[in-house]
């Protein structure tokens, strides 16, 4: 079966960094994205950046945009987002996510999900 597993988010004050890593098993490596989402309290899941696993095209929310890097290690099947300088209003679980189907999107339709690592920024 597909798993996924976020870990490394945390509680850290405005300006400071974190390194999320998703890591992936039960899934062929593939042309198809994985990305990030995150969602705050009362509000929608929100996409946040994707790569794919073949090629360096990668796919940015403007709210993150020159803050955010998100990278991807084939061999150990793992997506890392790096985020810097983050802001308070970063707070959110953020969820990892992949998919098999094809979609003409790049930031919907995605079927499998992790359970989700919960950031905290306070300023």
């Known amino acids: 079966q597909v798993q996924l597993v976020e870990s490394g988010g945390g509680s850290v004050q405005a300006g400071d960094s974190l390194r999320l890593s998703c890591a992936f098993s039960g899934l062929a490596i593939n042309t198809n994205p994985v990305g990030w989402f995150r969602q705050a309290p009362g509000k929608e899941r929100e996409f946040v950046a994707a790569?794919?696993?073949?090629?360096?095209?990668?796919y940015y929310a403007d709210s993150v945009k020159g803050r955010f890097t998100i990278s991807r290690n084939n061999d150990k099947s793992t997506v890392y987002l790096q985020m810097n300088s983050l802001k308070p209003e970063d707070t959110a679980v953020y969820y990892c996510?992949?998919?098999?189907?094809?979609?003409?999107?790049?930031?919907?339709?995605?079927?499998?999900w992790g359970q989700g690592t919960q950031v905290t920024v306070s300023s």
């Open positions: 790569i794919r696993w073949t090629g360096s095209n990668t």
């Open positions: 996510a992949t998919k098999t189907r094809y979609s003409s999107s790049i930031t919907a339709d995605y079927a499998y």
